[in-house]
């Protein structure tokens, strides 16, 4: 069972994998080495690596000392001659067969530019509100004197501003860290719909005192199985986006109760009479950054991480998040599994294994 289960590992990764001997005889090859090289397994087995992979040169000085870890960067040559730029990963097996893990610089370079383009979005990100900061206390230095009173606290108040949205940044991209890197680990316990969402809006009213709040929660809702703190967080951020992304004066309603025909699965609706989302975002709304450019949204600050964390977050806890939208406004539906005996006692379990 474990070899079959091995084989199956090895003949779907990704990457090129070729198994040679210690004098570079391949053994055996899987899937992706044959597409990469365009010879079939029958062709490849019994004939040398050095045929198809010209060594250029290393690229990890460190690794030398440790051929387990070792990497180096070379030329494949396929069946109709044609050379790709590789990276080639390498490991030693007990039996002292020699495992090459081949991996085209194409996946490489968009590996690469995804991290440039973050690295670009965060710089930009906290160029503006740095900006706006420099600008505001630079005059305040240098004319603060001819300010009126009202004029200082004016700037001393966009300072703030600037300064709370760099927080929120800062903290946004931290939460991303923690969950890319699973550090964050979810404590559950049963937690009360009603109660959260009365918090939630006791936070909120004074951003929210310009629209009209609608709470409809199923009488006697079991509680849902979560993460507190985590919950919270993913309320937040749906009540504040359906704020501000709502004309003042709109209605907002927030809905628990349980999916239809499904008592053991709780949904919680968060509905605004906005903006929208165009049909052309949906698909990229819980994606990192994503920001819908449009006049009607170009006033509202944001880092385009909300959406993304919220629905790490409640991938973490087990649930989901979907979203419907049109011209008339945004519907964000949550699910999560109603607390039971039977999931306290499942999860007890996991933690002793």
Known sequence: MKIELYKQIFENLPEGVAICDAQQSIIDVNKNFEKLTKFSREELIGTSLLDIIKFTKEACNVCEEDDNDAYQIG??????????????????????????????????????????????????????????????????????????????????????????????????????????????????????????????????????????????????????????????QVLMNLVDNAVKYSNPGTMVNIEAGFVPNDTDTIEIKVKDQGFGIPKEHISKIFTKFSRIDSPLTRGVQGTGLGLYITKSLVQSMKGDIVVESSDKGSMFTLTLPVASPEIYTQQKFQERE
């Not at 968009?110 to 900061?133: G, K, M, Y």
């Open 75 to 232: 030329e494949l040559k396929d069946k109709d001659n044609k050379l790709t730029c590789i990276r080639i990963n390498q490991s030693k097996t007990a039996e002292k067969n020699i495992i090459y893990l081949v991996i085209p610089f194409s996946s490489i370079a968009f590996l690469n530019q995804a991290h440039i383009d973050f690295v670009s979005t965060v710089s930009h990100e906290l160029r503006t509100p740095l900006t706006s900061i420099k600008g505001f206390a630079d005059t305040l230095l240098s004319a603060g004197n001819s300010l009126t009173q009202e004029q200082q606290i004016r700037f001393i108040g966009i300072i703030k501003s600037q300064v709370d949205r760099l927080t929120r940044l800062v903290e946004n991209l931290l939460t991303v860290s923690k969950l890319e890197a699973k550090q964050s680990k979810p404590i559950y316990k049963a937690v009360e719909v009603k109660k959260m969402v009365e918090s939630i809006l006791c936070s909120i009213q004074h951003k929210a005192k310009n629209h009209k709040i609608e709470v409809n929660i199923l009488p006697s809702l079991p509680p849902v199985w979560a993460d507190t703190d985590k919950l919270e």
